[in-house]
């Protein structure tokens, strides 16, 4: 079974603040999936990133950078000089990859960051 | 584009009245699911429709049904509501394609659905 852990519930940082958010992930597959998905105040969930496990790049997107760790089965998100508009809850996700399986997501039970002007 | 569209955003229920939540989505992926999102726990599967034409069991089916109506269509159903389906449910599809070099495996979302079981 799939399983994804953010042991991190809540962060509180003040404006310009790094942040960083962990996720540690289990899985039985080869190949896999990882995502990441930010759910602001609004509800709606918002796509950030996947990363496939056979590609260990980590990556970089304007504030947002992203390590991947298959050593550690770690797949963190960093977020550099935080802003108001960073707060949100943050969802690590997990999907295997054979076709027939659609690509169901696993998710993490979410940190949420607060960041304080 | 849409994308992926759900009703109703709001609804409160009765214990034991049914209801059917409608999802479509514009994208012609071949995969949609059903989550529902509580407190603290993230996002739970409920079921999903690898393609048109097929329908599985996720983490959580108790208690719903689901039918994937044609390509764009994947409605949920609650048979006979009770107070511990109080949750967000987010429908959801995905190219649904996998192995390496795939490309747009991500799932994207609808908006949510509020439901309330009192």
């Known amino acids: 079974a799939q399983k994804v852990t953010q042991a991190q519930t809540e962060i509180s940082v003040v404006e310009k603040e790094d942040v960083t958010l962990d996720c540690v992930y289990e899985t039985r597959d080869t190949t896999y999936y990882l995502f990441w998905y930010k759910q602001p105040p609004s509800g709606e969930l918002v796509f950030l990133i996947r990363r496939n496990s056979f590609d260990e790049q980590n990556e970089i997107s304007g504030r947002y950078s992203w390590n991947f760790q298959k050593s550690t089965s770690s797949f963190n998100f960093t977020i550099t000089a935080s802003q108001v508009v960073d707060s949100a809850v943050y969802f690590c996700?997990?999907?295997?990859?054979?076709?027939?399986?659609?690509?169901?997501?696993?998710f993490g039970g979410g940190t949420r960051v607060l960041v304080k002007p | 584009n849409a994308g992926v569209t759900q009703t109703p955003k709001f609804q409160v229920l009765k214990t034991g009245q049914s209801m059917t939540l409608q999802c479509a989505q514009d994208?012609?992926?071949?995969?949609m699911y059903w989550y529902r999102q509580d407190p603290g726990m993230g996002l739970r599967l409920i079921y999903y429709?690898?393609?048109?034409?097929?329908?599985d069991k996720g983490e959580v089916p108790n208690g719903y049904n689901v039918s994937r109506l044609n390509k764009r269509e994947f409605s949920l159903r609650l048979e006979s509501a009770a107070p511990s389906q109080t949750s967000v449910y987010f429908c959801?599809?995905?190219?649904?394609?996998?192995?390496?070099?795939?490309?747009?495996?991500?799932?994207?979302f609808g908006q949510g659905t509020r439901l309330t079981v009192v």
């Open positions: 959801a599809s995905s190219e649904g394609r996998g192995g390496t070099g795939a490309r747009n495996t991500e799932a994207f």
């Open positions: 429709s690898a393609s048109e034409g097929t329908t």
């Open positions: 996700a997990l999907s295997e990859a054979f076709l027939a399986a659609g690509n169901k997501l696993t």
């Open positions: 994208m012609n992926h071949n995969s």
